[in-house]
Each structure stands twice: as structure tokens, then as C-alpha cells.
């Protein structure tokens, strides 16, 4: 199946270091073993096309497999809520500069409330959501943004708004995790899926103007 984001010309590098054969980001892509296959197949099933992110793990198959059942476990303790984890990777992804998922994740939070609402988070205004998800969201950016320079305050805020000192390991363990996915795609030149443009509501392409273009948009 073709790819919108692979290139079957080789061409040179932007470095002249050597031919530049099909790509995924930065790198060539991997070869597809049995494994990748079974990730290119859900995706399939699932979208109808093959996700970027997808093509670019197929390099290591069995690590992002484990990053996911890591965030499970992370979760099965004091387990967040759909709408919960939309809020935290959608204001945290934003904060990070990372456009994929604050698109894909952007996306869900509008379908668990509405599109303004989303497009808010990313923009970093919380006035759509409730007074604990406001504080959970601003956590999450601090997170993302310099976590050595949070407080105790800043925890204390997370209490205040309701939240046991369990549930803020395992939000910020949540977080911790989705933000190193993130800088493995984001570092190796990851585009966000082509098929954003038609599957996004438009008031979150507006609001994400960060971050690696849209793959065929211009750099």
C-alpha cells in the first residue's frame, strides 16, 4: 500500500552524505517484519491507511508495544478517566510542541466535549473545563514545559482541587511517558498523518501552529 509521507525516489539528503532512499521522518524505513505487519494491519482495520507513527516504530516493534502496556500499568492503579487522559496528553502535548498528538488527542477531547473547548486547551485556556481538570491541565503543562521548575505549591494546587497524592504520582507518571514518546517522533522528524486535514475539526488545525507540519505542507 502506498504512503503519502514515503517517497520512492532516492534523492540526496539535505546534507549530501548520501542518496536518500524512501522515508519515515528523518530516517529510511525499516524493514517490515511480522511484527510491524501486525501494527500496519490494525491500522488498517482501524483508520483505512497506515499511521506515520506506525512506520516509524516498526524499527523497534516490540518497544513501543511495551511504552503502551507500560502506560497501562501505569494507569490501572489510580486509573484516569477517557476524558482525564484526553485533557492531560492534549494540554501537555500543546505545551511540548508537539503537533501530532495535540491533534490526535485534541481530537478525542472534542469528541468527549467539543471542538471550542479543545481548541482552547491547546491554546492553553481552560475555561471550557471543570475547576480539577483546570488544575490537572496546568499541571500537565508544567510537566512538559520545565519539570524541575515545579513547587510544592504546584502539588499542593492538585490537592486543593481534589486529588490524593496517588492519583498525581499516576498523573504525572501518564504524562512523564507520553511526553518521551512524543520527543522519539518529534526528534526523528515525525509529520503528523496527512489525514489530520480531513478528520480535524478546524478550529484544532488553527489552534496548532506549532510543532512539525502536516506531512505535504510546507516546512
Known amino acids: 500500500m502506498s504512503h503519502p509521507d514515503i ?5 540526496p539528503d539535505a546534507v549530501g552524505l548520501h542518496p ?6 528523518f530516517l529510511d524505513v525499516p524493514e517490515t517484519t511480522a511484527e510491524a505487519q501486525l501494527s ?3 491500522d488498517l482495520a482501524e483508520l483505512g491507511y497506515i499511521m506515520n507513527v506506525s512506520r516509524l516504530w516498526a524499527y523497534q516493534p516490540a518497544t513501543v508495544t511495551g511504552l503502551f502496556n507500560l502506560l497501562r500499568q501505569a494507569n490501572s ?10 485533557i492531560l496528553v492534549t494540554a501537555s502535548a500543546s ?30 485556556d481552560d475555561d471550557g473545563l ?29 490537592r486543593d482541587a481534589g486529588y490524593s497524592d496517588a492519583q498525581i504520582f499516576t498523573i504525572t507518571v501518564f504524562v512523564a511517558l507520553r511526553l518521551a514518546f512524543a520527543t522519539v517522533n ?26 512539525r507540519p502536516i506531512e505535504g505542507d510546507p516546512q
Open 40 to 42: 500496519f494491519d490494525e
Open 77 to 86: 492503579v489510580e486509573g484516569l478517566s477517557l476524558r482525564q487522559r484526553f
Open 186 to 211: 518529534d526528534a526523528l522528524g515525525l509529520p503528523p498523518d496527512a489525514a489530520f486535514r480531513t478528520t480535524t475539526p478546524r478550529a484544532l488545525l488553527d489552534a496548532v501552529t506549532f510543532g
Open 20 to 25: 536518500a532512499g524512501p522515508r519515515i521522518g
Open 95 to 124: 505545551a511540548f510542541g508537539d503537533s501530532a498528538c495535540s491533534l490526535a488527542w485534541g481530537r478525542k477531547l472534542a469528541n468527549a466535549s467539543d471542538a471550542g473547548t479543545a481548541a482552547a486547551v491547546i491554546r492553553g
Open 7 to 11: 517517497s520512492t525516489e532516492s534523492t
Open 130 to 158: 471543570t475547576p480539577s481538570e483546570r488544575a490537572m491541565a496546568a499541571w500537565a503543562r508544567k510537566v512538559a514545559r520545565d519539570p524541575n521548575a515545579t513547587t510544592d505549591a504546584d502539588v499542593q494546587a492538585l
